[in-house]
């Protein structure tokens, strides 16, 4: 190899090893180990409710959609007692299971389960709290009340599902990866 091919080759790495040490990749690491921090620390009921305070703040300011008081109560208890529902099954299949319901310690998980609920959602109680955050959204009737639901999913799937599916996949292995593959996340 002639020395001049040498030299750039030389050159090429050196600005790719001062690349991954510039300013900006050291602030995405940084801002990536901020955000686990949040990793499994909020207890999702808490985060619904945290939201639905949200969302009724929201929807003071925003403009509403004119729906009679009625029909708002009836279809927001509907929705919301059908997310009730959809949360006691899935925490009925742990109970059964004597596997541990405590979000925030998936790697205390004795078992996985695939059966009842689970065989439609890997996630029926956190899908179960969404559509109680949904029903809250259509009492309030308001557009910027709307935002919950979506801010639910974003937080939910980033700091409890993405954290709890990384200690299941290790604890459970093939079988965990099979069932994933089969049943999705949410619906």
């Not at 279809?75 to 959809?86: C, E, K, L, Y």
Request: aromatic share 10%; no cysteine.
């Amino acid at each position: 190899m002639e020395i001049g091919a040498l030299v750039i080759r030389v050159a090429q790495h050196q600005v790719q090893a001062d690349s991954l040490r510039s300013p900006l990749n050291l602030n995405i690491g940084l801002t990536e180990h901020r955000m686990r921090v949040l990793e499994l620390k909020v207890p999702p009921p808490v985060v619904a409710l945290l939201i639905g305070a949200a969302m009724w703040f929201a929807s003071r300011s925003g403009p509403s959609l004119e729906l009679s008081f009625l029909v708002r109560g009836i279809s927001a208890i509907a929705v919301a007692v059908f997310g009730g529902a959809v949360s006691f099954a899935g925490d009925l299949q742990f109970r059964r299971a004597k596997t541990t319901v405590n979000p925030l310690r998936p790697e205390n998980a004795s078992s996985l389960v695939t059966s009842g609920i689970y065989r439609f959602t890997r996630n029926p109680m956190y899908l179960g709290l969404l559509f109680v955050v949904v029903g809250w959204a259509v009492f309030l009737s308001s557009a910027w009340a709307l935002v919950g639901p979506v801010v639910f999913v974003l937080y939910i799937g980033r700091f409890q599902i993405a954290p709890e599916e990384r200690v299941l996949s290790a604890k459970f292995g093939a079988a965990y990866s099979n069932y994933t593959s089969q049943v999705r996340r949410w619906l």
